[in-house]
């Protein structure tokens, strides 16, 4: 365990967990540009689904969270506002749903 923690750059095992952590806020970032990308290729023409909007704000949070424990202001903020935006799209979304009906 001590070679894996040395690959992290980490001094402790539960470093190593918020590592993992962040890097699964990271991932869930990558996914919504996949899935945004072949829903644009199957539609031949740019569009934005819904799961965007949720990896997004699951990938955000996961990351705010990880930049906390990190304690990196600039992460932070930078997290902090697009977890706005995400819920606020999710929210126009799921509200234009029921308006409509």
């Known amino acids: 365990m001590t070679e894996v923690l040395a690959w992290f750059h ?3 095992v539960a470093e190593f967990w918020w590592v993992i952590l962040g890097l699964s806020g ?12 072949i829903a644009s290729e199957r539609a031949r023409q740019s569009v934005v689904p819904v799961a965007f909007w949720y990896l997004s704000i699951g990938g955000g949070l996961i990351l705010f969270g990880y930049a906390i424990y990190r304690r990196d ?8 506002m697009g977890i706005v935006i995400y819920a606020r799209n999710l929210w126009l979304i799921h509200a234009g749903r029921t308006a409509d009906g």
């Open 10 to 12: 980490v001094d402790s």
């Open 26 to 37: 990271q991932l869930l970032f990558t996914a919504r540009f996949l899935v945004q990308w």
């Open 73 to 80: 202001p600039v992460f932070i903020l930078g997290q902090s």
